[in-house]
C-alpha cells in the first residue's frame, strides 16, 4: 500500500486540550447514511482494549460502527483484516504495552499487507504518542482519538478505497453523539454513559486532556438508554464519567444533579444500578440518600481517594482534605451501615515524605476500604505534576507500593469475612476462568463469588450462601432463584 499521502492529519495539541469553554455541549445524532455501508463485507476485524471502562465501552461502539458496516469479529490475529487498538494513556506502562503490542502486530502486516491497523482511544490524544508513529511506526494506517469515533466509516474509506494513511486527532470535543450503535460485551451487564470528559485537571493526570470538557448526556437519553436495555433484559447497568457527582453541572436549563438521575433511573425495572467513578468532593448527601434507599442502588461505592495527606492532596489539587474525606466516608457508613467502600492511591508522588504516606496507611485503616486499586506515581508530559520535583527515589515507590498493597489486603480479606454464613444474591456471570465446572458471579457488594449450580443460571440473579472468605473472592452454596 503506498501511504506517503495522508487525506487527513489533524493532530493533536495539549494546549488546544486544556481549553474550556462555557457553553452547553451540543448533541447530534449518529448519521448511519454513508454511502459505504458493505465496505466491510467477507472481512475480518479484531479490537483490543486497554484502560477503563470508559474504553470498554467505545471498543463497544467501534465494533458496532464496524460491524453495521459488515465487518465480522474474529479472535484469531492471523485471520484479522482490521486490527484496532483502543488504547490508554493514564500511566507510563499502559503505553508501553501498547508500543510492544505494535511491535508484535508487524508479523502480521507482513504476512498480509492489506491488513489495516488502526490505535485509537487516549494515547493519540498526546501530541508525542502521535509524532512517534507517523516517524517510528509506520504500518499503522490509521489513527483517531477519543473525540471522532462516530467518523470511523469515512477513515476506513479513506485507508480502504483511496489507500491513504489517516491522522486525525481533535483536540477539543465537538458534540456529544447520540444513537452509536454498539456491540454490547455482556448480554445482562451494560455499560451507559452518562457523561463524557472531565474537568477537575488533578496535577498527576492526563485524562482532562485526553477526553476534554465535561460534558453531560441528557437524562432523558439516558433513561432511554437505560429502559432500552430493561427491555432487553439486562439485569444490570453501571454509570460512566470521570466524576459521575459532577453529573448536570453543565446544563444550561436546568437544575438536574447525580441524585436526581439516581432516583428517576431507580424507577426503572432494572435489578441492579452502579456508578463509576466518584470525586470525593462532589459527592453530596442526597446520592448517599438514594443508595441507601432504592433497593436496585447497589451497595458499593468507588471512592478514590488518592493520598491520606491532606498537603500531598492540596499539591495533586483534589481540593479536599484528609478531614473532610473521613466526614464523607463517616456519612456514607452513617446512611448505608453495610456499604463496601473501595478507592484508588497513588504512591511515590513527586515529594511525598516517609510520614504523608504513613498517613495514607493510617487513612486506609480507618476508612475500612474492601479493595483499593494502587499505582506507582507515573509522569505525564503536559501535566503540572511532570514539572514538579520529584525527590523519591524509584526503589522507595516501590516498597512503599508493597507496605500499602498489605494493609489492603488485609482489608479485602475482612471485607470478604464479613460476609461468611449470610445469603447473598448473586448475578451469575457465567462459568469461572480457572474452573469451567464452577459458576462466578457478584454479589450487590460487587464481591465474587464462586459456586457450584447448573449453567442454565448463567446471567439471572440467584441466592447464594456464603460459606468461605478467601483474600480475593467467596465460596458459596447455590441456594435458590431470586
Ligand atoms: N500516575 C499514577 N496513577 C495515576 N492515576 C491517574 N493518573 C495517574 C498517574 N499519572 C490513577 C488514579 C486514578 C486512577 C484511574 O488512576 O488513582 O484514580
Ligand atoms: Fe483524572 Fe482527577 Fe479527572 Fe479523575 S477527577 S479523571 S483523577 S483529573
Given at each position: 500500500?503506498?501511504?506517503?499521502y495522508?487525506?487527513?492529519f489533524?493532530?493533536?495539541?495539549?494546549?488546544?486540550?486544556?481549553?474550556?469553554?462555557?457553553e452547553?455541549?451540543?448533541?447530534?445524532?449518529?448519521?448511519?447514511?454513508?454511502?459505504?455501508?458493505?465496505?466491510?463485507?467477507?472481512?475480518?476485524?479484531h479490537?483490543?482494549t486497554?484502560?477503563c471502562q470508559?474504553?470498554?465501552?467505545?471498543?463497544?461502539?467501534?465494533?458496532?460502527?464496524?460491524?453495521?458496516?459488515e465487518?465480522?469479529?474474529?479472535d484469531?490475529?492471523?485471520?484479522?483484516d482490521?486490527?484496532i487498538?483502543?488504547?490508554?494513556?493514564?500511566r507510563?506502562?499502559?503505553?508501553?504495552?501498547?508500543?510492544?503490542e505494535l511491535?508484535?502486530?508487524?508479523?502480521?502486516?507482513?504476512?498480509?499487507p492489506?491488513?489495516?491497523?488502526?490505535v485509537?482511544?487516549?494515547?493519540?490524544?498526546?501530541e508525542?504518542?502521535?509524532?512517534?508513529?507517523?516517524?517510528?511506526?509506520?504500518?499503522?494506517d490509521?489513527?483517531?482519538?477519543?473525540?471522532?469515533?462516530?467518523?470511523l466509516?469515512?477513515?476506513?474509506?479513506?485507508?480502504?478505497?483511496?489507500?491513504e494513511?489517516?491522522?486525525?486527532v481533535?483536540?477539543?470535543?465537538g458534540?456529544?453523539?447520540?444513537?452509536?450503535p454498539?456491540i454490547?460485551?455482556?448480554?445482562?451487564?451494560?455499560?451507559?454513559?452518562?457523561?463524557?470528559g472531565?474537568d477537575?485537571?488533578?496535577?498527576y493526570?492526563?485524562?482532562?486532556?485526553t477526553?476534554?470538557?465535561?460534558?453531560s448526556?441528557?437524562?432523558?437519553?439516558?433513561?432511554k438508554?437505560?429502559?432500552?436495555?430493561?427491555?432487553g433484559?439486562?439485569?444490570?447497568?453501571?454509570?460512566?464519567?470521570?466524576?459521575?457527582?459532577?453529573?448536570?453541572r453543565?446544563?444550561?436549563?436546568k437544575?438536574?444533579?447525580?441524585?436526581?438521575?439516581?432516583?428517576d433511573?431507580?424507577?426503572?425495572a432494572?435489578?441492579?444500578?452502579?456508578?463509576?467513578?466518584?470525586?470525593?468532593?462532589?459527592?453530596?448527601?442526597?446520592?448517599i440518600?438514594m443508595?441507601?434507599?432504592?433497593?436496585?442502588l447497589?451497595?458499593?461505592?468507588?471512592?478514590p481517594?488518592q493520598?491520606?495527606?491532606?498537603?500531598?492532596?492540596?499539591?495533586m489539587?483534589?481540593?479536599?482534605t484528609k478531614?473532610?474525606y473521613?466526614?464523607?466516608?463517616n456519612?456514607?457508613?452513617?446512611l448505608?451501615?453495610d456499604?463496601?467502600?473501595?478507592?484508588?492511591?497513588i504512591v511515590?508522588?513527586?515529594?511525598?515524605?516517609?510520614?504523608?504516606?504513613?498517613?495514607t496507611?493510617?487513612?486506609?485503616?480507618a476508612?475500612?476500604f474492601e479493595?483499593?486499586y494502587?499505582?506507582i506515581?507515573?509522569?505525564?508530559?503536559?501535566?503540572p505534576a511532570?514539572?514538579?520535583?520529584?525527590?523519591?527515589?524509584?526503589?522507595?515507590k516501590?516498597?512503599?507500593?508493597?507496605?500499602?498493597n498489605k494493609?489492603?489486603?488485609d482489608?479485602?480479606?475482612?471485607g470478604?469475612?464479613?460476609?461468611?454464613?449470610?445469603?447473598q444474591n448473586?448475578l451469575?456471570?457465567?462459568?469461572?476462568?480457572?474452573?469451567?465446572?464452577?459458576l462466578?458471579?457478584y454479589?450487590?457488594?460487587?464481591?465474587?463469588?464462586?459456586?457450584?449450580?447448573?449453567?442454565s443460571?448463567?446471567g439471572?440473579?440467584?441466592k447464594v450462601?456464603?460459606?468461605?472468605?478467601?483474600?480475593w473472592?467467596l465460596?458459596?452454596?447455590y441456594?435458590?432463584r431470586?
Amino acid at each position: 500500500m503506498d501511504k506517503d499521502y495522508a487525506k487527513y492529519f489533524v493532530k493533536p495539541s495539549i494546549k488546544d486540550a486544556r481549553k474550556r469553554k462555557n457553553e452547553e455541549t451540543p448533541t447530534i445524532n449518529y448519521d448511519e447514511h454513508f454511502n459505504i455501508k458493505g465496505i466491510g463485507k467477507g472481512k475480518h476485524y479484531h479490537v483490543e482494549t486497554y484502560g477503563c471502562q470508559g474504553n470498554e465501552a467505545d471498543s463497544e461502539t467501534i465494533r458496532g460502527i464496524l460491524e453495521a458496516l459488515e465487518f465480522t469479529w474474529t479472535d484469531k490475529l492471523e485471520e484479522s483484516d482490521l486490527i484496532i487498538l483502543n488504547t490508554c494513556a493514564i500511566r507510563e506502562n499502559a503505553e508501553n504495552r501498547v508500543f510492544g503490542e505494535l511491535g508484535r502486530l508487524k508479523k502480521y502486516k507482513r504476512n498480509n499487507p492489506d491488513l489495516i491497523l488502526g490505535v485509537a482511544g487516549c494515547m493519540p490524544q498526546e501530541e508525542d504518542v502521535v509524532e512517534r508513529i507517523l516517524h517510528k511506526v509506520q504500518h499503522v494506517d490509521l489513527v483517531f482519538g477519543t473525540h471522532n469515533i462516530y467518523k470511523l466509516p469515512e477513515y476506513l474509506e479513506s485507508v480502504i478505497l483511496s489507500k491513504e494513511r489517516v491522522i486525525e486527532v481533535y483536540s477539543e470535543e465537538g458534540s456529544i453523539v447520540e444513537n452509536l450503535p454498539k456491540i454490547r460485551e455482556h448480554t445482562k451487564k451494560a455499560w451507559v454513559n452518562i457523561m463524557f470528559g472531565c474537568d477537575e485537571f488533578c496535577t498527576y493526570c492526563i485524562v482532562p486532556y485526553t477526553r476534554g470538557k465535561e460534558r453531560s448526556r441528557s437524562p432523558k437519553q439516558i433513561i432511554k438508554e437505560v429502559q432500552e436495555l430493561v427491555d432487553g433484559g439486562y439485569q444490570e447497568v453501571t454509570l460512566l464519567g470521570q466524576n459521575v457527582n459532577s453529573y448536570g453541572r453543565d446544563f444550561t436549563d436546568k437544575n438536574y444533579t447525580f441524585g436526581d438521575l439516581l432516583e428517576d433511573l431507580s424507577d426503572l425495572a432494572i435489578p441492579r444500578i452502579r456508578f463509576t467513578t466518584s470525586h470525593p468532593k462532589d459527592f453530596d448527601v442526597k446520592t448517599i440518600q438514594m443508595i441507601a434507599d432504592k433497593k436496585n442502588l447497589m451497595p458499593y461505592i468507588h471512592l478514590p481517594v488518592q493520598s491520606g495527606s491532606t498537603e500531598v492532596l492540596k499539591r495533586m489539587n483534589r481540593k479536599y482534605t484528609k478531614d473532610s474525606y473521613l466526614t464523607l466516608v463517616n456519612k456514607i457508613y452513617e446512611l448505608i451501615p453495610d456499604v463496601s467502600l473501595t478507592t484508588d492511591i497513588i504512591v511515590g508522588f513527586p515529594g511525598e515524605t516517609r510520614e504523608q504516606f504513613e498517613e495514607t496507611l493510617d487513612l486506609v485503616k480507618a476508612c475500612r476500604f474492601e479493595g483499593a486499586y494502587t499505582f506507582i506515581y507515573s509522569a505525564r508530559e503536559g501535566t503540572p505534576a511532570a514539572n514538579y520535583e520529584d525527590n523519591v527515589s524509584p526503589s522507595e515507590k516501590k516498597a512503599r507500593l508493597l507496605e500499602l498493597n498489605k494493609v489492603v489486603n488485609d482489608g479485602y480479606l475482612f471485607g470478604n469475612k464479613r460476609f461468611e454464613g449470610t445469603l447473598q444474591n448473586v448475578l451469575v456471570d457465567g462459568e469461572s476462568k480457572h474452573n469451567p465446572e464452577v459458576l462466578a458471579g457478584y454479589t450487590e457488594h460487587n464481591k465474587l463469588v464462586n459456586f457450584v449450580a447448573d449453567k442454565s443460571l448463567i446471567g439471572e440473579i440467584v441466592k447464594v450462601k456464603i460459606v468461605e472468605a478467601k483474600t480475593w473472592h467467596l465460596l458459596g452454596e447455590y441456594i435458590e432463584r431470586v
